[in-house]
Structures are given as C-alpha cells and as structure tokens.
C-alpha cells in the first residue's frame, strides 16, 4: 500500500532532550517535507527537501534540522526541543519537484514538550 | 513574500446548508489543490485546478479556479455531517514550497 509513515505518533518529552521523528515514504517521491500544525495558524512547512542530499529551510526551521540520505526516508530532528516547539506534525511527499502533483501526507505526530 | 489568505475562518451551518470556502493569492498560480482534514486526522487531496477559469465538481463539491489565476473557491451543496472538517487550499510558490492558506474549519450545527 502506498503510504508515508511516521513515528511515534505521540511523544512526550522534556525540554532539551534531543528526539527524532522518522518519515518514510514508499512511492519514490522526489519531494518530502515537513510540516507543524497549530490551532489558528494551518499549516506551516518546516523543511522541504527536492531530493536526496538536497534540504531547503521552509517558513519556520529554527530549532529543527533535518536530512535525506536516502530517497525515502526524512527524519525530523529537535536537537534541543522547547516547549514552543509543542505542535501536531506531519510528514510529507509529492512525486514532482515543481509541486504539479499531489502532496501525501503522514498521520502525524503530536508532541508535547514539558 | 507569497501569501495565500483564505476566509473565513470558521463557518457554522445547519446540516443541509451550503458552505462556502475562499481563497486569495497575492501572486499567479500555477495551480492550487485543495485538501480536506477530518478531526484528528491528516490533510487529504481533494483536488488539483490548473486552468484559468477552470471549474471542478466531486458529487456536491464545486472547485473553481480564477481567471487570473489568484484566487479559488470551494463550494459545498447540502452539506451533510461527513463534510465536517477543516478545508485547506495550497498553491506552488517559485521556490518549490507550497503556500497554505489558513483553512476553513466547518462545523455542522446540531
């Protein structure tokens, strides 16, 4: 089945404890990125990344890193997490570069920082 | 930098009513999807409108698309209870990011 997975899908941590959210997606899609969510705002892209080795910083990067060593997977790091960075998640990707296609999207990860 | 303004924000409707979305670009398109996110769920693609002018239907659902390119609208006929959620639209921006607008939450009166 064709699908983009995320884990966990619900983390609770504590302020500066370093945590990965993986993404891995299964249609050889060129692009992936990531997203939060927060009540008012939509959505807000955090990286995108057009393909492997490639990373681009979205609209909000501060605090987070990511990287694409391979096509299908897109980790999301918080090295340092803060409570700011308490959001819903989600995971990304499109067939297409330019973005002509669709977007798939993960079924997120919500994380609350303490 | 590129916005996408979508209005309004929230709308209540009794079941059976229309329902209306919005979408504003500050700059030409080359296309705009539209999602739909059920309560705790993810964004969905509903559709994808590339032409200028161009309108869609999905059973009740009407997309259409600007002349100019700049603007979109999302129209539900009759809604019912599994229209509930939360209606997106999102467009390409020259930097290979989409744009989102903010959404477009209804809710279904009891």
């Known amino acids: 089945e064709a699908q983009v997975t995320q884990n966990p899908r619900y983390l609770i941590t504590v302020t500066g404890k370093k945590l990965t959210v993986t993404c891995s997606q299964n249609?050889?899609?060129?692009?992936m990125s990531w997203y939060r969510q927060d009540p008012g705002l939509g959505l807000r892209q955090i990286y995108y990344s057009m393909n492997v080795e490639v990373t681009d910083k979205g609209d909000v990067p501060e605090g987070y890193k990511v990287s694409r060593k391979e096509k299908r997977n897109f980790p999301l790091i918080l090295e340092s997490p803060s409570p700011n960075q308490t959001s819903l998640y989600f995971c990304?990707?499109?067939?297409?570069?330019?973005?002509?296609?669709?977007?798939?999207f993960g079924p997120g990860t919500r994380l609350l920082v303490l | 930098g590129q916005q996408v303004m979508q209005i309004p924000q929230y709308q209540h409707v009794q079941e059976g009513e229309d329902f209306t979305t919005y979408c504003n670009s500050s700059?030409?398109?080359?296309?705009i999807q539209w999602y739909k996110q059920r309560p705790g769920g993810h964004p969905v693609f509903l559709i994808q409108?590339?032409?200028s002018g161009e309108v869609k239907k999905q059973k009740r659902l009407t997309f259409q698309f600007g002349e100019a390119k700049k603007n979109s609208s999302l129209h539900i006929t009759a809604t019912q209870t599994t229209d509930v959620g939360t209606y997106f639209c999102?467009?390409?921006?020259?930097?290979?990011?989409?744009?989102w607008g903010a959404g477009t939450k209804l809710i279904i009166k009891p």
């Open positions: 999102a467009g390409p921006d020259s930097n290979y990011q989409l744009i």
């Open positions: 990304a990707s499109s067939p297409r570069q330019d973005l002509q296609e669709t977007q798939y």
């Open positions: 249609m050889n899609h060129e692009y």
């Open positions: 409108l590339v032409k």
């Open positions: 700059t030409t398109l080359s296309n």
